[in-house]
């Protein structure tokens, strides 16, 4: 098995703490050992052994790859229209969702394999290699289980979301929806699955509809998420944390009892900032929850009708202006902290034993994801030690994470 070396690194981002307080764990004129899949050896670039290949980082940054905790992948068509009667003035609603249902429950499994594997590709060339993928836009039996299925086939980390919205055939009987849900939509859709999902939200599912859902789930042998607090206020956050789940996503609308519930608690918040420029909904405080002593993780949500981005960087530099974090603060929640979301401790860090996932990018800093919005500044990504991307000339893409 061969080794690389990558020196040469003006600023190394590790997310390894190497003194109270620090968990950004910077190291300046670097370098990297990765011994195939994994790392070997992080130091001073003056104390490096001897590899296989040099990679000479011209003097650049390096970061974890990007941890995505959130993202639904897996659907047939978009919904512009929508979002540009929203632009207008129109109030995002969970209700759009039924259009993608539909349009998904239309689309082949080639067709939706083929723009699963698009969307891959777009985000290792964005330096995401590591992504969690929900269904939801199925709603049927037969159309939950072939979306797990496909997202199975580029990470192992699938999350069983039947319980996205009430589909129109069930309309007004949502009651009988989760029992599907938690019956045999359940029983099809778990050999597929890692985690359960529920959206515990007015318009979608109700606590106690959300409680049934997760528990069903968690008699299945699946590990929790929760989508809560993205319309308004309510009582998923606390429910989620009550139940140990992972990560609780969106908290746009907090109250001071949810950030009392997960401050000290093992669940991760993730903030969406591509939901918030998409719908025009207030930006969550991220200074206020960081500060609280809640963890928190940043991801992209891409899906087609309320956050239609794949940009990890994009998602920072929203962080980062409005949300009131640093960039090392937001670069830390976009890889450290959404591996905590997927409960991962091989991913999102630099340090010997993790997986051999890293970022090159075209600036000297972490700062530059926020400083340079929109800007392409991935160089190179390697995934599993693998070169999967070159901003000079793309690599073949595998699985996106593992």
Known sequence: MSTSLITNIAELTTNVGSSEGDRFGTLVDAAVLLDGERIAWVGSADDAPD???????????????????????????????????RMAGQKYAAGGIRSTVAETRASSDDQLRARLRGFVDEL??????????????????????????????????VTFLGAHVVPADYAGRADEYVDLVTGPMLDACAPHSKWIDVFCETGAFSVEQSRRVLDAGIAKGLMPRVHASQLGPGDGVRLA??????????????????????????????????????TRQPYPDARRLIDAGVTVAI????????????????????????????????????????ALALRRDDVGVIAPGARADLVLLKAPTRIHLAYRPGVPLVEQV???????????????HGPVAR
């Not at 290792?124 to 709603?139: C, N, R």
Request: overall charge negative.
């Open 124 to 157: 290792l060339a964005q330096g995401t290699t590591t992504i969690e993928i929900k269904s939801g836009y199925g709603l049927s039996v037969a159309d939950e289980e072939r979306l797990v299925r496909l997202a199975a086939e580029v990470t192992p980390e």
């Open 241 to 278: 944390v009550e139940l140990g789940a992972a990560s609780v996503d969106h908290g746009t609308y907090l109250t001071d009892a949810d950030i009392a519930a997960l401050t000290g608690s093992d669940t991760v918040l993730t903030l969406l900032p591509g939901v918030e420029f998409s």
């Open 51 to 85: 590899a296989d290949e040099i990679v000479d980082s011209g003097g650049r940054a390096v970061i974890p790859g990007f941890v995505d905790s959130h993202s639904h992948l897996v659907f047939g068509g978009d919904r512009a229209a929508e979002f540009e009667a």
């Open 299 to 338: 991801a992209c949500d891409t899906n087609p009708g309320s956050s239609f981005t794949s940009s990890m960087p994009f998602c920072i530099a929203i962080a980062v202006r409005d949300m009131g974090m640093t960039p090392a603060e937001a670069v830390w929640a976009a890889t450290a902290g959404g």
């Open 382 to 396: 390697w995934k599993d030690g693998v070169a999967v991307f070159d901003a000079r000339g793309t690599e073949d």
